[in-house]
């Protein structure tokens, strides 16, 4: 049996409870999709809704970031207890924009996702280079060791329960993506570095590709050996975007 193609929506911070609404009913009512897992990461105050929306039906749903602590005086943060309690079932974790933005490095991205499997929810460990390595040459040695980061924190006996996604940086929201070929390249190492460390873990590891994921690229980016699926952020907000890049994954899966 292959890897089961992993389609996921990252809003990051947008939506309102009648778009969300009506994202989600398109979402539980569309046909052809069932061949694939999707699952979709809301903002924290519409976790409610997508519980209401989501429990108990073929669509997961999760969380775009989460604490590395368990409880206690950490104003804004969102323990992943508290995940747990709601029903969430992913958690984004490392993103390039709150790597960016909010200074995470790559150690409290591990703290994070180990903190997500305490709890039981499977994390999904965002990895990628920036413009700069990859014109110096460097990406796959910033893959190594942002990977390595994790596993440092996570322990090898974890490897099987993470979802990797590979964003590069200059691709996300700029509408450049990765060529089906740069995505493959990156993706094998990936693998092959969980390879080394862990045979089994690495042929069933899903590893997704991010950065200007559209209906148009999908399915080539889908069809690479080893591409599972895909992270998908601005055309995750338009319903008929969002479901033609599932089917496209379903495709990538039958061909
Ligand atoms: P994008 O975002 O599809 O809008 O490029 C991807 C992501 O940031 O997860």
Redo the contacts with the bound molecule.
């Keep these: 049996m292959g890897r089961k193609k992993f389609v996921v929506g990252?809003w990051?911070m947008n939506g309102s409870i009648e778009e969300n609404q009506s994202l989600f009913d398109g979402l539980l009512s569309a046909k052809g999709i069932e061949s694939v897992d999707i699952a979709v990461c809301v903002p924290s105050p519409y976790f409610f809704q997508a519980r209401g929306a989501l429990s108990g039906t073929a669509i997961s749903w999760g969380a775009q970031n989460v604490s590395e602590q368990d409880s206690g005086a950490y104003t804004g943060e969102i323990s992943a207890k508290m995940l747990v309690d709601l029903g969430a079932e992913i958690g984004?974790v490392g993103?390039?924009?709150r790597r960016s933005m909010f200074g995470e490095s790559s150690g409290l991205v591990g703290k994070k996702a180990m903190k997500l499997i305490e709890f039981g929810i499977s994390p999904v460990v965002?990895v990628g280079e920036t413009l700069e390595h990859r014109k110096s040459k460097k990406t796959l040695e910033v893959m190594s060791s942002q990977l390595k980061a994790v596993i440092d924190q996570i322990g090898l006996e974890n490897l099987g329960n993470i979802v990797l996604?590979y964003?590069p940086v200059w691709?996300?929201?700029?509408g450049l993506t990765a060529s089906p070929e740069q995505a493959q390249e990156v993706h094998s190492h990936l693998r092959q570095q969980v390879r080394l460390l862990d045979v089994e873990a690495s042929r069933e590891l899903r590893i997704l590709y991010?950065?200007?994921?559209k209906p148009d690229n999908a399915e080539a980016l889908f069809g690479q050996e080893d591409v599972d699926g895909g992270?998908?952020?601005?055309?995750?907000l338009n319903l008929i975007d969002f479901l033609t890049i599932c089917r496209a994954a379903v495709n990538a899966t039958t061909h």
């Design positions: 990252n990051k984004l993103h390039s924009e965002c996604a964003e691709a996300i929201g700029t991010g950065g200007s994921v992270l998908i952020g601005g055309a995750s």
